[in-house]
């Protein structure tokens, strides 16, 4: 029988079959049955190489492994690198291994260099893909994002990596990988990274230890209570508190020049939903309707799939989630059948208007805005719009224009 490459189960099954026969016959070296038994440990080989693929280890789990393993804790690691700070970062993952490091802990717990320095490898070769010139560097540096203290003498790649690392627990590529869902424009994508990142730095600085987000608590119950409390000129803040209470962090960050972001929806790595607002338009029916589309996303499509959801202006709308959001965001506010029915659907004057926001118990401009926006008309009800809450002002945004 010829020998072949293995390309299924099947023929591997086969082929291993065949291997455990020859081993049982105990061949004589350069004997046809040992010639034959190489081979096709070489052929066992190649297809368990690229079926069975085992990941390297972490460096960190290999490291904790190996003092549970000998029966040492954190200040035994705190001793082999001479400083119970270093030990306690890398422990939690908030300082990387650097050659010195890895070469003491090398001595220290005998753990294979190969092992403590793999993740450097594979974020290595992972990086080529970037451009890092991309990012907006300048305008980071402008808005305070990046460390004063490693500016000077850094390259923009440095800067960035740095800024990168500060928002998960692992490298920056890591998390430049996150899948990015919804419209978004492709030239965007590395100011968008960026801005979400910048997102998720505040978010955590905000997270309630004592609150934990549930999994289907955002209901339609929910979102028509949180819809009510946009009669009140407190309305925004009531409603970061509200989400609050619900382990569902908000914040808001203005969008980077030449991008034209309204707002993600992002799912943190412990669980947390995190939504981000730019407040790209300064007025009350914007801000509420964007808040409610992108809970819609937390609640509908934020999983181990889909960890970000960004919406972008001017892009495409044809994808099926994002229409899904728009639909049960304007729900929220207003039902279909109460719509319709309605005299602001039909007539769109002002006093229809105030009826039925009195009705639904929403902010007049909520109803005014859907009105513009379904008559593709906005000269309209103008009223509503020009003496109005200053959004920004209560999320202590300043210096943003509408663009």
Known sequence: MDLRIVRDDLQYAALLEQAKELALLDPL???NEAERL???SVLLEKYEAEQFRIESP???DAIIYRLAELGLKQKDLADILGSKSRASEILSRKRDLTVDMIRLIHDGLKIPVEVLIGERKQEASRDKDIAWEKFPVKEMKKRGWLDVEIKAGHTGEQLIRSF?????SHRSPAFFRRALSGSLKEESQYAIHAWIARVLIKARESKRPDVRYVSGSITEEFLKQLAKLSRSDDGPSLAREFLAMKG???????HLPKTYLDGAAILDEDGVPVVGLTLRYNRVDYFWFTLMHELVHVQRHLGRQNTTFVDEDGVDEGDEKEA???IYAAEAFIPRQVWRSSDACRTKKSDAVLRLAEE???HPAIVAGRIRRESKNYRILGEFFSETQDIRKIFGITNSSDK
Do not use: C, M, Y
């Open 29 to 31: 070296p350069e004997s």
């Open 38 to 40: 190489a081979l096709i």
């Open 58 to 60: 972490d460096p960190v």
């Open 164 to 168: 990168f690392e500060r928002t998960a």
């Open 248 to 254: 569902i962090i908000l914040v808001v960050e203005p």
């Open 324 to 326: 899904e959001a728009n």
């Open 360 to 362: 639904l118990k929403i």
